[in-house]
């Protein structure tokens, strides 16, 4: 049978969705994706390499931004929210572990609810894809696996500093059995924080290659105990923590986003179908209404072209794959797709009935008003990739400056 790719306003995407197990009903499926870009406003303002700034808060640009791109009806995923201090990944990025990050977060949600929209928190921990200059102590991960490439340096230099630092001379420590039940426990609050503030949700961050994909990743997880030495074992850490969120704030508050083909941050694991279908698979039997669940397309990748991905793919033996298995997993709960789309490949997506929703992420950038430029089938405004991650000397520029199409 073929299905006609409506366009526009009279594509699915502007049909009503039910998530949260029936709580929430969204007026469209166009959803603004996690995307972190670093413009917090620091505790210490006065940030030395004797005293380095680790704290950064939401402040008024980042209510704007957010204000600028909700919706009546529509999803906002957060950026990753750091639960804690050791957690953190960037300069710049928010979290939610103290009164005045949580009284900045408040202001974000309740702008975009004034605009009748909806936001998810997304809480996201690093593992060992940050370094001592960034978070005061060790970074954490699975294993004490070093990073693979000798030269892959973190993104931001050390303050006071313009040398950056390199992953592979500041190897992660591995993560006790009680330092994995504080982790957890350091998630759940904050879960707990951003329910109490007004979130409309909670996305976990299970995906590239931050600390639960390096639980869930051969190549980095090489413990023998109850968290690894096998595709089960390695999924027990994403499941004891979502179990435990579910405690904290209820299935149908909480969601997880997974990147089961992704290579960043050097997950390069094997066993990638045993691995996450497992996890999927427990996921859906224990926790059957969670929100919704997020992925990544297979071939969508930040570092490397589709032909680049390929390769790996092919590698695997898994060229042709898709997400296909998952979505059949997970069944009725609703199910969301992020990886590339814009203007021209979105149509008839959702009306094949392959995903329930789309994220959109660069574009969302640029085009404050990107949900009705895809209703009117309005041209989008280039995204500037150079001004995607600051902090920046004008954090304003290329961040809440993007005027809307009936403003140009």
Known sequence: MTIRKLEGEQSKLFQPLIISNGKITLQHRVVHAPMTRNRGVPANATSTPENPNRIWYPGDLMVEYYRQRATPGGLIISEGIPPSLESNGMPGVPGLWTDDQAAGWKRVVDAVHEQGGYIFAQLWHAGRATVPQMT?????????????????????????????????????????????????????????????????????????????????????????????????????????????????????????????????????????????????????????????????????????????????????????????????????????SAGGWDQANSWGVLEEGRYDALLYGRYFTSNPDLVQRLKKSIPFTPYERSRFYGPFDDNKLCYIDYPPAEAQ
């Open 136 to 336: 005061g102590s060790p970074a954490v991960s699975a294993s004490a696996t070093v990073w693979d490439s000798p030269t892959e340096c973190f993104s931001h230099p050390p303050v006071g500093s313009t040398e950056p630092v390199r992953y592979a001379d500041h190897p992660p420590i591995e993560l006790t059995v009680p330092h994995i039940k504080q982790t957890i426990q350091d998630y759940c609050q904050a879960a707990k924080t951003a329910m109490e503030i007004g979130f409309d949700g909670v996305e976990l961050h299970g995906g590239n290659g931050y600390l639960p994909e390096q639980f869930l990743s051969s190549n980095i997880n090489k413990r023998t105990d109850d968290y690894g030495g096998s595709p089960q074992k390695r999924c027990t850490f994403v499941l004891e923590l979502v179990d435990e969120l579910a405690k904290a704030v209820g299935q149908e508050n909480l969601s997880i986003r997974l990147s089961p083909f992704g290579l960043f941050n050097q997950a390069r694991g094997e066993q990638r179908l045993e691995t996450w279908s497992f996890l999927c698979e427990s996921l859906k039997q224990t926790f059957p209404n969670l929100s919704y669940v997020s992925f990544i397309e297979p071939r969508y990748e930040q570092i490397f072209s589709y032909e680049e991905k390929d390769n790996f793919l092919r590698s695997w033996n898994l060229l042709n794959v898709d997400l296909t298995a998952f979505r059949k997993i997970f069944g009725d709960t609703p199910f969301f």
